[in-house]
Structure formats: C-alpha cells, structure tokens
C-alpha cells in the first residue's frame, strides 16, 4: 500500500538484466556507446520522426528544465499552469537553467490549461515593450499534475495558439507513458503531430532507474541542447548505463506495459473509492494518479494499517476531527497491484 | 587494451549486485532511503568526521561544482591549476553554477599548485578593491589531471596558506581513491586534518556505475548544498540506488582494493615504457594514469592493433613522420589486467 | 498637458544648479567625492538611521533589483503585488540579479498587498522543503504603481509579518515622495519604525536626472551591495554628478516640495474628472497618479487637442464607439501646473 | 597635478551647456526623446555605417558587458588581454552578463594581443568538444589599458584571424578618442572598416558626464541589444539628458579636440619624464596615459606637494628607500594643462 509515489517504486526487473547485460567489457563514454545508437533509433521510430534528436538524462528536472533552456531566453515568459512540476517542485531550477525567464501562470480546472485561457495570456504579454517579459515557450504536462490528460485534440489547440505566435510547445512528459495509455492516439499524433516542438519522455516514474529521454523533434538546437547538458552536469561518464535502461523500457512495449498497469490499478482505486458514500474524486482519474476526498477517519484507519500516501494540504495529518473532508493523492506504478488496492479499500470501508 | 579513460570501464560486479539487492519492495524517495543512512555513517567514520554533512550525487562535474558554489560568490575567484578538470573539461560549468565567479589559474608543475604560487596568487588579489575579482576559494585535484598527487604535507600548506586568508579548501576527488593508496596517510590525514573543508570523494572511475559523495567537513552549509543540488536538478528520486552503489564501494575496502589495482596497472605500464629507448614519462605515475611520450611508429603499431587511448594533442595522428615524439595518456581502471599492460608494451616495443 | 510619466519631466533647476555647482576642478571618483560625504549625513539624519548605509544608483529598477539582490537566494520567493513594477516592468531583470528567484505574486485591491494575503502567501510556501521555492524577501511599492498608498499602520501590519518569518521587508519608494507627504508620517515612521529593511528612495521621478538612494537600514550586507552595484555597471565613475543630484534634492526640502505639488496636481485632476457625469475613478488618487475611466470621445477630444497620456489596455485607442468607457492613467510631476490641469477638463468636459 | 584617472575631470562646459538646453519642457522617455534621434545620425555619419544601431549606456563596465553579452553564449571563450579591463576592473561583471562565459587570457606586450597569440589561442580551444569552453569573441581595448594603441593594420589582422574563425570582434574603446587622434585613421577605417563588428564608444572618460555609445556596425542583435540593456538596468528614463552629452561631444569635433588635447599633455609629461637620469617609461605613450619608472624620491616629492597619482603596485607606498625604482600610471584628461605637467616636472626633477 505505497501510494506517496509512482517513484517510490523499485526497477523493473527486465531494466535491471539489460543494465546488468550492458556491463560488458569497456565501452567509450559520455553517451558514445553504441546502445544509445540502438536507442536513438527506436526512439525515432516510436515517434516516427527520423530527424529528432535523443537524448538520455536521469531526472525529470533536468528533461524539463534543459528542454525549456534551448526554447526561451531570460527576458522572456514560459507559459504554464500553476500546479506545473516546473512551477511548484523544482526549487527554481527553470529559472535557474535559462538564465532567468519568467513562468506565467496560466490558470485552468482540473490542472490543465485551456486553449483560450493560453490565447490570452500570450496575447496579453506586451511583446515589443522593452520594458515587459516577451513572449517565450508554452510548456505543458501531460499526464498533469492533476492526474488528468490532455487529449490530442487538446494538444493540438494548445500548439496551434503557440505556433500562431512562432513560440514552441514543450510538452513534460514525466508520466507521458499513463498519458498514452489513456488515449487512442499515437506517440506522434500525442506530440509532434499535435504541435508538440520538444518532449521530456519519462522513464523514471514508470519503471527505470533514473533516465528520461528528451525528445527535440527539430533538430536544430541539438547541440546547443549537448552543451547545456554538459554544463548542467549532466552529461554521464558511464552513459552506456542509461541507454540499456531506455533500450529496455521500449523492448517489447515494456513501457506501455507497466504504464497500463499502473493506470488499471488507479481506476481500481478510483471506483472503488467512490463507492464510498462520502467520498469523492478532486480530479478526474485519466492515469495512474488518484485525488480523492475522504472524511479523515477513513484517513487515519488505512494510514495507521500502513497504507502510505500524502494529503494535499502539507499541514493536514490524521488528528482531528473524524468527519472533516481531507483530500489525499494516491500514486499507482507498474508494481502495483490488485492487492494493495483492495487492501487500501477494505481499511478505508471498515 | 582500453586505456581512453577509466571511466570506459565497467561497473565492479559486486556494485551491481548490491544495486540488484537495493531493487525490492518501495523505498522513500530523494535521498530518504534507509542505505542512504548506512552511506552516510560509513563515509563518516572513514573520514573520522562524525558531523560532516555527506551527499550523493552522479557526476563528478556535479560534485565540483556545487562544492564550489556553497564556498564562492559570483564576485569572486577561484584558485585553481591551468590542468585542472574544473577550467579544462566542464564546459564553464563551475561559472554556471557560482554565478559567475573566475576561476584564477596557479600555475606549477606536474599539474599541482605549489605553496608559494598560490600565496602569490591570493595575495595579489586585490581584495577590499569593489572592482577586483575578491578572493574565494582554493581548489586543487587529488590525484591531479597530470596523474600525479600531493602528498599530506603538500596539502598542508596549502590548506593552511587558504586558512590564513580565511578561505575554504576544495578537493577534486575524483580519484581520491587512487591518491589515498599512493599514500601512506588515512583519509582524514589526506583531507579535513590537512585543511581541505569541502571534498568531492569520487566513484564513478573507481568501478561505480555513476556515484560521487560530496563530504563537507564543515556542515553549515548542507542544507544551502541540498537546495542547490534540487534546483541543479541532480536530486535523485529513486535515490536509492545511488546510494546502495557507495554502500558496496565502501564495503570491506572494496574502493581501496580496486584503486590498488589500477595504480599497480599503471605503474607496469610506466616502468613498461621506460624501458623502451626512446620513451620517456611527461610527469611521474603516482596513481593510475601514465603521460608517456614515444616515436609515432610505437603508437601507430599499439593503436593499429587495438590499442585505444588519447594523444595529449587533439590535432595529433598516427599519420606522420615515424621517429616524432609524441605525447600520450594512459589511464588504468579497476579491471585493467596485467594482460592488457603486456600486450600492449609487447606492441610498442616491437 | 504631459500626463504619460512624471519621469518626461525635465529636472529642476535647483538640481542643475547643483550639478553645475559640482563641475568645479577635480574629484575622486566611484563615489569617494566629498559631496556623498555630505548626501550619505542627510539621508541618515533625514531618516534617523545614523547606522544606514546608502548609495546612489541612477535608475530605479537598479535601486530596486540590487535591494532585492542581497535579500534573497536563487532558490527562494520575492513576494510581491501582481501590478508591481518588479514584476511587470523590469524585463525580468530581479530575476537575472537575483540568480533566478521566483517572483510570488499576492493579490489585493487598488495595488496593495493586504496583510492577510500576505500572511497566507508565506505560510503556504513550503519551506523546508527542498523540491519548493523557500521564503526569501517581502517587497511593496509606496506609491503603489495603481497610485494608492500604504498607510504606516499598512506597512507596520506587514512589516510584522514579514519579521515573523525572519524575512526582511522592501519598500519600491520610486514614488516615495508622494506617498510621504500623503502621509503625516515622518520618513522614519513610514520605513524602519514600521519594519522596512530596505529602501529603493526614489529621487528621478521627482525632479531630479536620475538618482535613486538606496537605503540599507541595517548596514550588515553593505559591502555586498558594493559589490554587486559595480558587477552590476552600476557604479558610476563621476559619482559626483550623482550626489550632487541628490544633495540639491534634500535642500531646503525641495524633495517635498516637489512631491507636494504634484499630489495637489493629481487631486485636481482627480476631483475635476469625478465631476463629470460619466467618468469614474479606477483608483483612488492618493498621491500624483489618477486612475480615470471616461467614454472615448472624452479621451478623444482631449488627445486630439495634445494631451498626452495613456490608456490602461495597451491596445486601446481612440477610435472606437464614443461611448465605450476607457480606463487611462495620468501622472503628475514636480512641473504640471494647474494650468494643464484645467485646460485637460476643459477637454474633457467638452 | 590631478593624474589618478581621466575620470576625475570636471565635465566639459559644452556638455553642461548641452544639458542645460535640454532641461526644457517634456520630453519622452527611455530613449524616444529627440535629441536622440539626432545622436544616433551623428554617429552613424562619423563612422560611415548607415546601418548601424546605435545606444547610450551610462558607464564603460555597462558598454563592455552588453556588447559582449550578445556576442558569446554562457559555454563559450571570450579571448582577451590579461591586462583588460574586462578581466581585472569589472568585479565579474562579464561573467554575470554573459551568463558564465570565460574569459581566455591571450598574453602581448604592452597591453596588446599580437595576431600570432590570437591564433595561436582560438585555434587550440577544442571546438565541438562537449567538455571544453568553445570559441566566443575576441575583445580588444584601444586605447589599451597600458595606454598603448592597435594601429589599424594591428585592428585588421586581428580582425581577419576572428573573423576566419566566424568570431566578432569587439573594441573597447573607453579611450578610443585618444586612439584616434594618435592615428591618421577615420573611425571608420579603425573600426568596421578593419573588422571591428561592436565598438564601446567611449565618452565618460573625455569630457562627458557619463555615457558611452555602443555601436553595433551589424544591427542583426539590436532588439536583443535592449532588452538586455533593460534587463540590466541601464535604461534611463530621462534619456534625453544621456542624448545631449553625446550630442554635445559630436557638436564640431569637440571630442577629438579633448581628447589632442589629453594626449598632447600625455606627451610633454612623458618626453620630461624621461630627460629624467633616472627615469625611464613602461609602456610606450600612445595616448592619454604613461607609465614611467622613476627612483621613490621623486614619487615622494611630488606627491607631497599635491601630485596625484597611482603607483603600479597596489602596495608601494612612499615609504621606503629613495633610490627604488618604482612604477606609477599618469592619466591626462582634456582638463590637464601644461601648467600641470611642467609643475609636476619640475617637482620630480627636483
């Protein structure tokens, strides 16, 4: 019953054994190894984009803020919703990588934002004042931080306002994989298809170590994106070790695999929540993520039998009140199971 | 017969069955995890340095330069050698991550800095002078990236000329491990009791997967290195297995036991190449890399039979006039083997 | 009939006088003339601060992001109103001071932070907590940029919160002369007595070519504002040409004086506009900027005879129905009379 | 007998009058006032370059930093003298600006970068390695901070060597006056027409109060130009009066006839100096500035009667024995007289 996070779960064993594998003999560093070329290949295939360029980082953080860094120049705006990882969990490491840019809150339900809402936003920035942050990049999460998804339609309204403006869209796509699940729709039509200019495609939070890949569908700030990289840090010696992890993860659909997983195990949790009588969804349920409200007696029986999950109130704890309505997130992974959420709902129902 | 960089090699076996072992159940997050505490303890008593503050990170590049931005302002120097991996190999990483403080180069010989070059230095820094670059921070290599080491009295003075102009002392230890065995000293002899403050106690060459422990001998500021490593975005969420990599390292002396290794590799080599007539050394071999420079015809023979290392010139080829000297490097990791030197000695020498 | 900025005014004569006065012979420079001795007694003695450090600047996003600079770290929040000029009209340039630090916005009406959003704004963020933007650094803008003022029982009320947190209080005073003499306040009163830390005291918009003293009322992070100033280019060279502005400023009160007039020239304004039968106040008018909405054919009159001035949607313009109502902003300076003035409501009236 | 720096010089009358002139009635802000519009013609004629884009800054650190900041990215080199003022008398300020470039020191004689040097260091940067600083911008001073000068033929080498490496070439000319009265050259064949892509046109120095043009002969990063010039802080709102010193300095060659002026004074002080027995120059005196060796007596009883000026090393004083030779720099300004030079003359002599 660890629900605190989707990265709080362990590697995928098939991810071990290709790491294990990959540690063979020498191999030359810093990304020159040749499972990257086998990496870099399937990636482009996936995407169906021949000239994207890949590359392989190991924190999200990093995916988001070196994918924003090459977009956006400090004097600029990076247009996000205010429940955005970029604006709310990175301690300021946008600003910090591109050298100052502005986020710019833009408002939406459910943590996604609207196609007007962006509209007004971009349109409201005084581009050509010297004075005013100029227009920069739009970024978007999908699945958001919500839990919930942006359709393709809705992808492809957000890149055409982007585009009417030449700005580019950066889709954070730490949990890309719950996202894609939940749609019909193919890993190109989801991003360069819909608008989408650079993707953060996650790995770590479904089933790797620590590796996202980021996705630059145009390459022509590859190597300006290799430069930064390497003096962000994180440019790795033994690289050879990310690309088995990236190799693995798209072997055999491995990634689509424990992202339907996890996203059945969220909508297990989610039915089986509101079956409660006075309990509710505080998002729609798209992926593998679960915000729910409960009154805190129900709380405070399944935490105290050791089911493990934050409430979304970083002031909220099990004493108080039994009635009172506290809302909680709940994070399924690949490792999931059956079990752990019957096991949660059977506390939560007693 | 790899010897481009010690990082080409692979990860100890013992390493990755520890990362194998670390892969079960759920673990906390960023750095929460239960090995972490372990790794913590463990680097503390091998320092003899029960409050120091230690951290995790997976470059080396990484631990440089976070080291040295808790220790500098962006208005001032630091002091650091012509042949040091921080103004050489990281893309102005430290400036990126100080803010834009200047790295003064201390020349000397054999890649160190010696005590009275780096008096000078500090002293002719105008200091108190709003529009001089202020003093800073000292940073020296251990083992150097000329292959050669300070010995502890070495270290002394120099820690103690930066003490005198209460500045802090950094050691690069990205090979600490090979110049500890070279030595007769303890790792708190070679450190904190010599005067360095702040070390970057590497890994990642010394047969880890992608780990450097960052050691604050003083821990005022670990929480000031915590939020800069978030927003550097080098914060692991499965941190764990980070931290299971220095937990094996440290086990049973396996660090010690590798760096002797790769010393002992590099010493057959240098003594190996002395032996041919018209070979010489660059500087001496005190830990696992050796500077050699022979004709252009030895090279041709090793490389044309795959022997895999750099020229110190980049412009530099197999092509040319076969008696020309030309100067080489050699780097010995943990699973160099004898067999490797041999072969490659009997190549040269033929 | 110039109502755009009270920064198109010329300087007073007084103030040229002065600076005419200066251009005798010799001066050191960078700020060691004798006329900054003079500056830096007046100013501690006009705020009863005789430990205050202070230094000129010549424009005020420089007074303000400096002030801002040496209160906050990269990692941490200004918290600050939506319509601030830090936020708005700056090109993101605390960002690029500060390192990266995150501007939170707090809402309240007619331009001023009220104390309970302040209070809810600091104690939401999630200090401690090494994934989010910590607290940093409180700033207010007296004169706000909507034209109201903060009363001292305002900036006490927020000044005690914003030291309950252990974060220092700036004051944007770019306009602080109108709002003093709004204000039966004594400098002191409205400033350290009621917890401001520091002070961008504005003197261009005033009358003067372009000075702003920053005020510093704890001297601990003096030199570092030394530091950053000349890092910034800030430092002038014929310094004394800075302070001798500033000397002609406090002379004989002619900073008051000045300020005094142009309030009166607002509340004409401001009064002569509340008379018309279709026109309102936006604002209201405490110190020398109106806020006024009137149909556009009463802007239109007014604009084709020469007033100048500015509507508050950058893309609104006199064409257009006659009766929609458009909101514009006037500001008064040292120099309108009540002749422009009149003749302005003669337009408008018309 | 005012020899510390050019910069402790009055302001000429013509400039003040040009001010005061301009104190009239209102004007538009940050840059839109008239008189601009007719510096920006003035300059563009004197330098033949229709096209250029033309600012005013306020300080020479303000004029340098900008002009390189759009010129070189954070990970790359800006190749200058050890003895530039960008590297020992800006506290950093480049580095801020530019986001962490680092400066390349390329060693000369006198304060000059011989093309051969240039070469030699652009074509050893390992361009295209990730790991390694890459190539930037070139920047050279003239007048140089030793006050000796690039002849054109010097400029165009230089010029020829960056350009052949696709680098612009930057010219700090906060004494370029003083460089071109001592040259049969035009502004034009000294700069563009030699290769110069940027010039810091320096005035602060020579007569004005405090401004320097940056001309950007290819006006391709003009609006990047600005919004870092905003972003920085160094647009003023009262621009005019910024507008009208320039204007002023143009009027009817007043700036070349200053700055014969300085050098012509230069020049007496030098040729006595060394009729000296004892005494002989450092430097060359191309300029406005000499270095001269002389035995500490002399120093001693020309500083007590009221000489001031710098020695060379920060820490010789007036202590010590007589016949040491000690170095000290002379900086004569528009302001200097023969009655100055002769007066000091005869004091060392004596």
Redesign the interface.
Known sequence: M?F??D?????H?MV?DA??KA????????GDDLIMDRVRDKVRDLFEAPEAAVYL??????AN?LSLAINV????AIYCHPLSHIH??????P???T?????KLVEGKDGLIPASALETAIASS?QG??????RGVVSITNLSEAGTRYTTAAVRELGAIAHSYNLPLHMDGARFANAMVASAASPAELTWKSGVDILSFGG??NGL??VEAVVLFDPEKAW?F?????????????HR?LSAQMDAYLDGDLWIEMATSSNQKAARLSQGILKLPDASLVYPTDGNIVFASMPRARHRQAMEAGA?YYFVS?TATTNGPDDEQLAARFVCSW?TTDKDIDAFLKLAQS
Chains 1, 2, 3, 4 share one sequence.
């Open positions: 660890y605190k996070s990265n709080g779960s362990a590697v064993p071990m790491m294990a540690n063979q003999g020498y191999s030359d560093s810093y980082v190991a924190t999200g953080t990093t803020v120049t400090p004097w600029q709310n969990d990175e301690c300021n490491a600003e910090f990588y050298g100052g840019a502005k986020l005084m004042d010297v004075h005013c942050t100029q770590t939070k170590m620590g300006e290799e430069l930064r990289r390497k003096r962000g840090g994180h440019l790795f010696s033994k070790y493990k970083p490792s």
